[in-house]
């Protein structure tokens, strides 16, 4: 049964949200922006209707997801109150607790969520890495992993590249995740993840190390400008692998984007290279490969403005982005995030998705230092 001062704190903390978020605010600024959209001509420009739109519903979201909370927390103290008077069971006022306090942990980890690109869906992208079999079946399961969570989250997935291990595995896929906030929450699986058990394809039972490298990247839409040079791009056409129909390996669908990329501070080239065998029209996968690209040079523009930004702050502890961020050790039961030092026991619950601890940890830690 819950205490009273668990029931003070869950009240105080949902009153110190509505202040941090200014909901009063947020009510008057969706009223004068709800105005904007019922303005003569607005459909005029579908681009700067659509931020517009964009605009009210994520303020919208805020002011609704408070309501819900605030309704939950209310019947929290009335069930408490039907306690003393027998109407209720301990067991109901403990229900009605927990979900109102998994309302308020949602909300306070959504506040934590403070960037423009935070909100927008992403692309995510696994390498295999050195080792073969070991690594492309790592690859794999971590790819499972991440559809998983998509799937609980109600998100949208879409794979736009896959290419299969050569006897197990994968050793590469891009996938595409559509939904509410899902840069913001994704962001923190970009690095190495490093597994640790006891191999199925060895014969000694031995134990091995396996490592996979994860890069997740807002995937930006028509209404964000990206400077794309026309003159940097050159293109290869392939035969498609894998399931498809009989068009599959007869006609050279697939398609290879290389991008000449100069980085503005150092004037350093790069090659981007980005792989489309998402459909069977080669029309449909150069522009899929296109807007992946714009996404990734978005995602570089960020990255060079937090590193400037980095430089600038004392004392700030740096996030290596290519570092090594979590081990799965399999046989000890554990997964450790070595940025925050969060780990769990619930191996199997990790992998079939269960995130939300690792990423509470890391936006807990992180979230606000980006661009502080």
Avoid at 30 to 52: I, M, N, S, Y
Avoid at 123 to 138: F, M, Y
């Amino acid at each position: 049964m819950i205490t009273a001062e668990q029931l003070k704190d869950l009240s105080d903390r949902t009153a110190a949200l509505y202040r941090y978020l200014n909901i009063e605010g947020k009510m008057v600024e969706v009223e004068e922006e709800e105005l904007r959209t019922q303005a003569p001509g607005f459909w005029d420009d579908p681009k700067a209707a659509e931020v517009q739109m964009k605009k009210v519903k994520g303020l919208q979201k805020w002011i609704d997801g408070y309501k819900e909370l605030k309704s939950l927390v209310d019947e929290t103290e009335l069930a408490y109150e039907f306690y003393k008077s027998e109407m209720v069971s301990e067991n109901e006022v403990d229900q009605n607790f927990e979900t109102a306090l998994h309302a308020l942990e949602t909300l306070e980890l959504r506040n934590m969520l403070r960037e423009d690109e935070d909100s927008m869906d992403c692309v995510l992208k696994i390498n295999s890495g050195a080792g073969g079999t070991e690594s492309q079946d790592w690859a794999s399961m971590l790819m499972r992993m991440y559809l998983r969570y998509a799937e609980q989250q109600g998100y949208k997935t879409r794979i736009s590249n896959l290419q299969d291990g050569d006897e197990a595995g994968i050793k590469t896929v891009t996938m595409e995740i559509e939904g509410e906030d899902a840069y913001g929450y994704l962001k923190s699986e970009s690095g190495v993840h490093r597994l640790v058990r006891v191999s199925p394809f060895n014969a000694q039972g031995k134990r091995m190390t396996s490592f996979a490298s994860v890069f997740v990247t807002p995937l930006v839409d028509d209404t964000i400008e990206v400077e794309v040079d026309p003159s940097k791009i050159s293109w290869d056409t392939f035969r498609s692998s894998g399931a498809g129909g009989q068009n599959v390996n007869k006609v050279e669908t697939g398609v290879r984007l290389r991008y000449m990329y100069t980085d503005p501070d150092t004037g350093e080239t790069e090659e981007i290279l980005i792989e489309n065998t998402e459909s069977r029209k080669q029309l449909e996968n150069r522009e899929n490969a296109m807007r992946l690209l714009r996404s990734q040079l978005y995602d570089r523009e960020l990255q060079r403005r937090k590193a400037a930004q980095a430089k600038i702050e004392a004392g700030k502890k740096k996030i290596e982005w290519g570092s090594q961020i979590r081990s799965y050790v399999f046989d000890d039961r554990r997964v450790k995030d070595h940025r925050t030092g969060y780990q769990t026991s619930d191996v199997s619950g990790v992998m079939d998705g269960k995130l939300d601890g690792f990423i509470k940890a890391y936006l807990m830690e992180f979230a606000g230092k980006e661009n502080d």
